[in-house]
């Protein structure tokens, strides 16, 4: 079996306000958990509950998820920071 090869190049990765968009589907996910809280017994007599708990976990993974983009997003910007500073110190060619 031959291995495949791309034929070209990766488009680059779509950049946006990621920590924003994260932010907000946690968000999202946190109120669909408080909107059940409600009818939990609802929930429980048709054995239902994981749809609570499934909007729980996705609040505490996006709590995650915003750190780690955070992160991410800094990380970017010191990197970006660091090559403006190496470009401003490397001698122009001319």
Not at 19 to 26: E, K, L, P, R
Not at 47 to 57: E, K, P, R, S, T
């Amino acid at each position: 079996m031959a291995k495949w090869t791309a034929k070209h190049e990766a488009p680059e990765p779509l950049e946006g306000p990621v920590v924003a968009t994260i932010t907000g589907g946690t968000v999202v996910w946190f109120v669909l958990f408080l909107v059940q809280l409600p009818f939990y017994g609802w929930f429980a007599d048709r054995d239902l509950l994981w749809w609570v708990w499934c909007c729980a976990a996705g609040g505490g993974l996006g709590l995650i998820g915003i750190w780690y983009v955070r992160g991410r997003d800094a990380a970017l910007k010191r990197h970006a920071a660091e090559e403006a500073g190496r470009a401003a110190a490397a001698p122009h060619a001319g």
